[in-house]
Protein backbone atom coordinates (compact mmCIF):
# COMPACT_ATOMS: atom_id res chain seq x y z
CA UNK A 1 0.00 0.00 0.00
CA UNK A 2 1.14 3.20 -0.40
CA UNK A 3 1.29 6.14 2.13
CA UNK A 4 -1.61 7.86 0.61
CA UNK A 5 -3.39 4.66 1.03
CA UNK A 6 -2.31 3.73 4.19
CA UNK A 7 -3.11 7.45 5.60
CA UNK A 8 -6.39 6.52 3.89
CA UNK A 9 -7.73 4.09 5.64
CA UNK A 10 -6.36 5.31 9.02
CA UNK A 11 -8.54 8.68 7.95
CA UNK A 12 -11.83 6.02 7.34
CA UNK A 13 -11.20 4.15 10.21
CA UNK A 14 -11.31 7.27 12.76
CA UNK A 15 -13.89 9.16 10.49
CA UNK A 16 -16.27 6.29 11.23
CA UNK A 17 -15.56 6.91 14.96
CA UNK A 18 -15.58 10.04 15.06
CA UNK A 19 -18.98 10.21 13.29
CA UNK A 20 -20.28 7.27 15.53
CA UNK A 21 -19.78 9.92 18.46
CA UNK A 22 -20.96 12.19 16.62
CA UNK A 23 -24.63 10.77 16.03
CA UNK A 24 -25.22 9.49 19.56
CA UNK A 25 -24.70 12.77 20.77
CA UNK A 26 -26.54 14.24 18.64
CA UNK A 27 -29.50 11.76 19.64
CA UNK A 28 -28.70 12.19 23.07
CA UNK A 29 -29.66 15.97 22.62
CA UNK A 30 -27.23 19.39 21.10
CA UNK A 31 -25.80 21.48 23.64
CA UNK A 32 -24.65 25.05 21.79
CA UNK A 33 -21.25 25.72 23.71
CA UNK A 34 -20.53 29.08 22.10
CA UNK A 35 -20.62 31.49 19.30
CA UNK A 36 -17.80 32.31 17.17
CA UNK A 37 -17.26 34.49 14.02
CA UNK A 38 -20.50 35.88 14.38
CA UNK A 39 -23.86 34.64 15.82
CA UNK A 40 -24.66 32.15 13.55
CA UNK A 41 -21.76 30.48 13.65
CA UNK A 42 -21.93 28.28 16.55
CA UNK A 43 -20.02 25.07 17.67
CA UNK A 44 -21.68 22.47 19.97
CA UNK A 45 -20.04 20.35 22.75
CA UNK A 46 -20.23 17.42 20.58
CA UNK A 47 -17.89 19.69 17.56
CA UNK A 48 -15.31 20.15 20.27
CA UNK A 49 -15.67 16.53 21.97
CA UNK A 50 -15.35 14.69 18.25
CA UNK A 51 -12.47 16.99 17.53
CA UNK A 52 -10.72 16.19 20.61
CA UNK A 53 -11.30 12.13 19.87
CA UNK A 54 -9.73 13.11 16.32
CA UNK A 55 -6.97 14.62 17.42
CA UNK A 56 -5.97 12.40 20.02
CA UNK A 57 -6.34 8.72 17.92
CA UNK A 58 -3.84 10.92 15.23
CA UNK A 59 -1.87 11.61 18.10
CA UNK A 60 -1.39 8.01 19.28
CA UNK A 61 -1.30 6.63 15.86
CA UNK A 62 0.82 8.97 14.12
CA UNK A 63 2.53 11.49 16.70
CA UNK A 64 4.74 12.97 14.27
CA UNK A 65 2.18 14.93 12.03
CA UNK A 66 0.92 17.73 12.26
CA UNK A 67 -2.67 19.01 13.22
CA UNK A 68 -5.01 21.32 11.69
CA UNK A 69 -8.54 21.94 13.44
CA UNK A 70 -11.59 23.82 13.02
CA UNK A 71 -11.79 24.18 16.95
CA UNK A 72 -8.88 23.02 18.15
CA UNK A 73 -6.73 24.81 16.03
CA UNK A 74 -3.32 23.99 14.78
CA UNK A 75 -0.37 21.40 16.53
CA UNK A 76 3.04 21.34 14.10
CA UNK A 77 4.64 18.38 13.61
CA UNK A 78 7.44 16.95 12.08
CA UNK A 79 7.03 14.09 9.32
CA UNK A 80 5.53 16.84 6.60
CA UNK A 81 2.32 15.25 6.60
CA UNK A 82 -0.58 17.65 8.42
CA UNK A 83 -4.18 16.52 9.31
CA UNK A 84 -6.94 18.54 8.52
CA UNK A 85 -10.03 18.20 10.03
CA UNK A 86 -13.52 19.19 10.68
CA UNK A 87 -15.28 17.62 13.22
CA UNK A 88 -19.04 18.13 12.09
CA UNK A 89 -19.32 20.01 9.26
CA UNK A 90 -22.86 21.13 8.80
CA UNK A 91 -22.82 22.17 12.47
CA UNK A 92 -25.76 24.22 12.02
CA UNK A 93 -27.78 21.07 10.19
CA UNK A 94 -26.57 19.19 13.32
CA UNK A 95 -27.40 21.80 15.67
CA UNK A 96 -31.32 21.67 14.18
CA UNK A 97 -31.48 17.79 13.55
CA UNK A 98 -31.00 18.17 9.64
CA UNK A 99 -29.31 14.78 8.77
CA UNK A 100 -27.12 16.50 7.06
CA UNK A 101 -23.46 17.20 8.58
CA UNK A 102 -20.15 14.98 8.00
CA UNK A 103 -16.70 14.33 9.90
CA UNK A 104 -14.53 16.02 6.96
CA UNK A 105 -10.75 14.72 7.70
CA UNK A 106 -7.80 14.68 5.12
CA UNK A 107 -4.12 13.97 4.86
CA UNK A 108 -1.54 16.98 3.51
CA UNK A 109 1.37 17.01 2.56
CA UNK A 110 3.66 20.33 2.89
CA UNK A 111 3.09 23.69 4.37
CA UNK A 112 0.08 23.10 6.09
CA UNK A 113 -1.96 25.86 3.79
CA UNK A 114 -4.49 25.29 0.66
CA UNK A 115 -2.08 27.54 -1.31
CA UNK A 116 1.12 24.90 -0.77
CA UNK A 117 -0.31 21.60 0.59
CA UNK A 118 -0.80 18.28 -1.46
CA UNK A 119 -3.80 16.89 -0.41
CA UNK A 120 -3.16 13.14 0.03
CA UNK A 121 -6.07 10.92 1.76
CA UNK A 122 -9.59 12.49 2.41
CA UNK A 123 -12.87 11.25 3.97
CA UNK A 124 -15.90 12.68 4.58
CA UNK A 125 -18.60 10.37 6.52
CA UNK A 126 -21.83 10.97 6.81
CA UNK A 127 -23.26 9.59 10.04
CA UNK A 128 -26.46 9.45 9.33
CA UNK A 129 -26.68 8.16 6.42
CA UNK A 130 -23.80 5.86 6.64
CA UNK A 131 -22.01 6.99 3.14
CA UNK A 132 -18.20 7.12 3.68
CA UNK A 133 -16.61 9.13 0.56
CA UNK A 134 -13.28 8.55 0.69
CA UNK A 135 -9.91 9.34 -1.90
CA UNK A 136 -6.83 8.29 -1.97
CA UNK A 137 -3.88 10.77 -4.29
CA UNK A 138 -3.99 9.04 -7.57
CA UNK A 139 -6.06 6.28 -6.56
CA UNK A 140 -9.21 7.70 -6.96
CA UNK A 141 -12.36 8.24 -5.46
CA UNK A 142 -15.29 6.18 -3.94
CA UNK A 143 -18.04 5.87 -2.25
CA UNK A 144 -18.11 2.85 -0.13
CA UNK A 145 -16.42 0.26 -2.79
CA UNK A 146 -18.13 2.08 -5.73
CA UNK A 147 -15.94 4.00 -7.41
CA UNK A 148 -17.16 8.12 -8.04
CA UNK A 149 -16.75 9.71 -11.36
CA UNK A 150 -17.76 13.63 -11.70
CA UNK A 151 -20.77 13.91 -14.50
CA UNK A 152 -19.11 13.88 -18.10
CA UNK A 153 -21.54 16.39 -19.78
CA UNK A 154 -24.32 18.57 -18.68
CA UNK A 155 -27.63 18.95 -20.86
CA UNK A 156 -28.83 22.00 -22.11
CA UNK A 157 -30.98 22.73 -19.24
CA UNK A 158 -27.72 23.64 -17.41
CA UNK A 159 -26.01 22.01 -13.89
CA UNK A 160 -27.84 21.67 -10.83
CA UNK A 161 -25.50 23.68 -8.68
CA UNK A 162 -24.99 23.82 -4.97
CA UNK A 163 -23.28 26.58 -2.90
CA UNK A 164 -23.44 28.18 0.54
CA UNK A 165 -23.40 31.20 2.22
CA UNK A 166 -21.25 32.62 5.19
CA UNK A 167 -22.16 33.43 8.73
CA UNK A 168 -21.41 37.18 8.91
CA UNK A 169 -24.30 39.19 7.74
CA UNK A 170 -22.77 41.61 5.54
CA UNK A 171 -21.20 38.91 3.75
CA UNK A 172 -25.02 38.04 2.49
CA UNK A 173 -26.10 40.65 -0.50
CA UNK A 174 -22.71 40.40 -1.94
CA UNK A 175 -23.14 36.46 -1.52
CA UNK A 176 -26.69 36.45 -3.22
CA UNK A 177 -25.14 38.68 -5.96
CA UNK A 178 -22.87 36.13 -6.65
CA UNK A 179 -25.80 33.92 -6.88
CA UNK A 180 -27.55 35.98 -9.13
CA UNK A 181 -24.42 35.51 -11.65
CA UNK A 182 -23.81 32.01 -11.91
CA UNK A 183 -27.87 31.26 -11.81
CA UNK A 184 -28.08 31.70 -16.00
CA UNK A 185 -26.12 28.18 -16.31
CA UNK A 186 -27.85 26.64 -13.99
CA UNK A 187 -30.72 24.03 -13.97
CA UNK A 188 -31.55 24.99 -10.44
CA UNK A 189 -29.55 25.64 -7.00
CA UNK A 190 -29.04 23.70 -4.13
CA UNK A 191 -28.34 25.20 -0.15
CA UNK A 192 -27.59 22.00 1.79
CA UNK A 193 -25.38 23.15 4.20
CA UNK A 194 -22.10 21.02 4.69
CA UNK A 195 -18.86 22.07 2.05
CA UNK A 196 -17.55 18.92 2.67
CA UNK A 197 -20.91 16.41 1.49
CA UNK A 198 -21.27 19.14 -1.21
CA UNK A 199 -17.87 18.52 -2.85
CA UNK A 200 -18.81 14.58 -2.31
CA UNK A 201 -21.84 15.56 -4.26
CA UNK A 202 -19.98 16.64 -7.16
CA UNK A 203 -17.61 14.03 -7.02
CA UNK A 204 -20.66 11.68 -7.02
CA UNK A 205 -22.74 13.21 -10.06
CA UNK A 206 -25.76 14.17 -7.48
CA UNK A 207 -23.98 17.90 -8.71
CA UNK A 208 -22.54 19.44 -11.43
CA UNK A 209 -21.21 22.02 -9.77
CA UNK A 210 -20.74 24.18 -6.31
CA UNK A 211 -19.22 27.34 -5.67
CA UNK A 212 -18.82 29.17 -2.03
CA UNK A 213 -16.75 32.02 -0.30
CA UNK A 214 -15.41 32.03 3.05
CA UNK A 215 -14.94 28.41 3.53
CA UNK A 216 -11.41 27.45 5.62
CA UNK A 217 -9.36 25.28 4.66
CA UNK A 218 -11.13 21.93 7.06
CA UNK A 219 -14.30 22.46 5.14
CA UNK A 220 -12.99 21.79 1.69
CA UNK A 221 -9.52 19.81 2.11
CA UNK A 222 -11.16 16.18 2.14
CA UNK A 223 -13.84 17.05 -0.44
CA UNK A 224 -11.60 19.01 -2.89
CA UNK A 225 -9.79 15.93 -3.23
CA UNK A 226 -12.30 13.60 -3.56
CA UNK A 227 -13.58 15.77 -6.88
CA UNK A 228 -10.15 15.73 -8.14
CA UNK A 229 -9.97 12.12 -8.16
CA UNK A 230 -13.21 11.62 -9.36
CA UNK A 231 -12.03 13.55 -12.71
CA UNK A 232 -13.61 16.85 -11.76
CA UNK A 233 -11.75 20.43 -10.83
CA UNK A 234 -11.38 22.28 -7.93
CA UNK A 235 -9.88 25.77 -7.97
CA UNK A 236 -9.57 28.48 -5.52
CA UNK A 237 -8.59 32.12 -5.83
CA UNK A 238 -5.86 33.92 -4.62
CA UNK A 239 -6.10 34.38 -0.84
CA UNK A 240 -5.74 38.39 -0.97
CA UNK A 241 -5.19 38.84 2.75
CA UNK A 242 -8.68 40.72 3.73
CA UNK A 243 -11.08 38.93 6.40
CA UNK A 244 -12.52 36.50 3.86
CA UNK A 245 -11.21 33.53 2.95
CA UNK A 246 -11.38 33.35 -1.04
CA UNK A 247 -14.03 31.91 -3.19
CA UNK A 248 -13.71 28.34 -3.89
CA UNK A 249 -15.50 26.48 -7.24
CA UNK A 250 -15.97 22.57 -8.04
CA UNK A 251 -16.87 21.33 -10.83
CA UNK A 252 -17.29 18.64 -13.31
CA UNK A 253 -14.73 20.06 -16.06
CA UNK A 254 -18.23 20.33 -18.48
CA UNK A 255 -19.25 24.09 -16.98
CA UNK A 256 -15.53 24.19 -14.90
CA UNK A 257 -14.69 27.77 -16.78
CA UNK A 258 -17.94 29.07 -17.60
CA UNK A 259 -19.14 28.44 -13.28
CA UNK A 260 -15.22 30.32 -13.13
CA UNK A 261 -15.74 33.03 -15.44
CA UNK A 262 -19.35 33.74 -13.82
CA UNK A 263 -18.44 33.64 -9.98
CA UNK A 264 -15.36 35.35 -10.92
CA UNK A 265 -12.31 32.98 -10.00
CA UNK A 266 -11.39 33.67 -13.74
C1 LIG B 1 -19.92 25.42 7.34
C2 LIG B 1 -20.66 24.55 6.34
C3 LIG B 1 -21.55 25.38 5.45
C4 LIG B 1 -20.78 26.45 4.73
C5 LIG B 1 -20.04 27.31 5.73
C6 LIG B 1 -19.13 26.45 6.60
P1 LIG B 1 -19.31 24.37 9.72
O1 LIG B 1 -19.04 24.65 8.13
O2 LIG B 1 -19.74 23.83 5.55
O3 LIG B 1 -22.18 24.61 4.44
O4 LIG B 1 -21.69 27.25 4.00
O5 LIG B 1 -19.26 28.23 4.99
O6 LIG B 1 -18.47 27.26 7.54
O7 LIG B 1 -19.25 25.70 10.41
O8 LIG B 1 -20.65 23.77 9.82
O9 LIG B 1 -18.22 23.44 10.11
Known sequence: MSLAQDLESLAIDI????GDLARSRRDAGVAIAATKS???DIVTEADREVEALIRARLERERPEDGFLGEETGEGSGESGITWVVDPIDGTVN??????SYAVSIAAVRGEPTPEAWEALAGVVFNPVTGELFHAAAGEGAKLGMQRLSVNAEVGPAGGLIATGFGYDPSTHAGDLALVGRVMPMARDLRRAGAA???L???AAGRLDGYFER???PWDFAAGALLVTEAGGRFGRAADDGGPRAPLV???SPAIFD???????LS
Not at 15 to 18: I, Y
Open 15 to 18: AREA
Open 38 to 40: ALA
Open 94 to 99: YAYGIP
Open 196 to 198: SLD
Open 200 to 202: ASV
Open 214 to 216: GLR
Open 249 to 251: VAA
Open 258 to 264: RISELAG
